[in-house]
């Protein structure tokens, strides 16, 4: 695969706006911009995330599946406690 061809799809304000993406993009996400990523290739991704505070990370971790565990859904009540725990990192509307 070339080095030019898209590996995934950065999605902006639920749609709104689309952008492909291929190997080592740089995407800057301002303040306050809801945002997802598609991944349209078999290629494995990583993404490496770079905030300004610190805070996200913890809340990451806290909901993410540890390395040989089962996924098992987040019960809403969880959820809400995770993010009570982590309200001064992660914001939900």
């Not at 709104?16 to 991704?45: K, M, N, Q, Y």
């Amino acid at each position: 695969m070339s080095e030019d061809a898209p590996l995934g799809r950065i999605f902006r304000n639920s749609r709104l706006r689309v952008r492909e993406v291929g190997a080592a993009a740089t995407v800057f996400i301002p303040d306050d911009t809801w945002i997802s990523l598609e991944v349209i290739e078999a290629e494995p991704v990583s993404l490496i995330a770079i905030f300004p505070e610190p805070g996200f990370e913890e809340y990451m971790r806290a909901i993410s599946v540890r390395e040989g565990q089962l996924n098992t859904p987040i019960s809403k009540p969880e959820l809400d406690a995770f993010r009570s725990q982590h309200s001064h990192a992660v914001n939900y509307k």
